[in-house]
């Protein structure tokens, strides 16, 4: 039978951004991605991470959903629509210290912007915005993302989060703005935080598994 669960709110959660590369938005309400400056030519990205030390190392994943509640969104540039993808992070950033040039105080991104191969793996899902906002959570819950979430759980590699950007709207120019903005973990009201919602199965140790039970027999024990 399934296990059903949900971690609301994220661990740590922050966003990035070009154009004050030495700030750091870690008790900001919102989340951005793409170009939200209408006084700047920007990129926007968000960094989030979720605790899974609740769930055991030997659940196989079967569905996993992250889910950020869209408030507003813009498009002044006429970019239509664009792709908002999630890239494992390969970095341990802290939230309070990290900037569009650092992922901890003194540690710098191998590229700027969280976007170097050091930094972080290939993207594991997208999922289509516009400028339009959705006024709900929006989801992310595709089989890349289910076994990123299986390799954290397992201890394969390290839970560093991911990174959401959205490549196609960023750096519009000066004034126009092609973003999506969302909830963080420090807004105010708890429902509206990040969530990561998974579903799971309990694997089975070698020792209650059939083939140790069938060996045990075939050694003249039986149960």
């Known amino acids: 039978?399934?296990?059903?669960?949900t971690i609301q709110p994220a661990s740590a959660d922050t966003f990035i951004v070009n154009v004050t590369p030495t700030t750091n938005y870690g008790t900001n309400a919102l989340l951005a991605v793409g170009d939200s400056s209408a006084s700047a030519n920007a990129a926007y990205?968000?960094?989030?991470?979720?605790?899974l030390t609740g769930i055991p190392s030997n659940a196989v994943v079967t569905a996993a959903s992250?889910?950020?509640?869209?408030?507003?969104a813009y498009d002044t540039?006429?970019?239509g629509s664009?792709?908002?993808?999630?890239?494992?992070l390969l970095r341990n950033w802290v939230q309070a210290e990290a900037t569009w040039n650092v992922y901890s105080s003194g540690n710098n991104w191998s590229t700027a912007g969280a976007s170097g191969a050091g930094d972080v793996g290939a993207a594991v899902d997208s999922i289509t915005l516009d400028g339009t906002a959705a006024a709900a959570f929006v989801a992310w819950s595709g089989s890349g993302l289910v076994s990123l979430v299986q390799s954290w759980i397992s201890g394969a590699t390290q839970n560093y989060g991911v990174a959401i950007a959205a490549l196609s709207a960023e750096n519009k120019?000066?004034?126009?703005?092609?973003?999506?903005l969302f909830r963080s973990t420090d807004y105010g009201t708890a429902g509206e935080r990040p969530k990561l919602s998974i579903e799971y199965v309990l694997g089975r140790s070698l020792v209650n598994s059939g083939l140790m039970q069938s060996q045990q027999i075939a050694g003249g024990t039986t149960q």
């Open 1 to 5: 039978m399934a296990i059903a669960t």
């Open 45 to 51: 990205r968000t960094l989030v991470k979720f605790s």
């Open 66 to 72: 992250l889910s950020l509640l869209e408030y507003a």
């Open 77 to 79: 540039a006429s970019a």
């Open 82 to 88: 664009w792709s908002v993808s999630l890239y494992p």
């Open 173 to 180: 120019g000066v004034a126009p703005m092609a973003a999506n």
